[in-house]
């Protein structure tokens, strides 16, 4: 698990990741919705592809790359009994909010005062 972990904690490759979930890019797209220059790139696709977060494939004269689940379903199976965790908290913390929401008193919202050209009238006063 460690290794995984490793290569996510890089914020680029976490952003190469993030635009790979929406669909397959090549490098120049990357590079481009990134600004990354192309080696630093290749460089953290190299990395991902070897460890299986990516796979490329040949597109006329380009690479596509795609995200591949594995690795990631990995980080996930390791992430569930956090998320479980979590869950009872935010769970509880929902009720303590409704139950707050429940006992206190709505306040009154102040009048406003009319502004504009019946603000006269409104006084009591004609024109």
Same mark, same amino acid.
């Given at each position: 698990?460690?290794?995984?972990?490793?290569?996510?904690?890089?914020?680029?490759?976490?952003?190469?990741?993030?635009?790979?979930?929406?669909? *397959? *890019?090549?490098?120049?797209?990357?590079?481009?919705?990134?600004?990354?220059?192309?080696?630093?790139?290749?460089?953290?696709?190299?990395?991902?592809?070897?460890?299986?977060?990516?796979?490329?494939?040949?597109?006329?004269?380009?690479?596509?790359?795609?995200?591949?689940?594995?690795?990631? *379903?990995?980080?996930?199976?390791?992430?569930?009994?956090?998320?479980?965790?979590?869950?009872?908290?935010?769970?509880?913390?929902?009720?303590?909010?409704?139950?707050?929401? *429940?006992?206190?008193?709505?306040?009154?919202?102040?009048?406003?005062?009319?502004?504009?050209?019946?603000?006269?009238?409104?006084?009591?006063?004609?024109?």
């Amino acid at each position: 698990m460690e290794p995984v972990f490793e290569i996510i904690a890089e914020p680029n490759r976490r952003a190469i990741l993030s635009l790979l979930v929406s669909s *397959q *890019q090549s490098v120049g797209e990357i590079e481009r919705q990134l600004r990354m220059p192309q080696p630093s790139v290749s460089k953290h696709l190299r990395v991902l592809r070897e460890a299986g977060f990516v796979e490329s494939t040949v597109d006329a004269q380009r690479r596509l790359y795609r995200l591949t689940p594995e690795p990631l *379903q990995e980080v996930d199976a390791w992430l569930a009994p956090f998320r479980r965790f979590w869950s009872a908290h935010v769970d509880a913390l929902e009720r303590h909010l409704d139950h707050m929401a *429940q006992s206190t008193p709505t306040k009154k919202q102040p009048r406003r005062r009319r502004r504009g050209p019946n603000r006269e009238r409104d006084k009591g006063e004609t024109k």
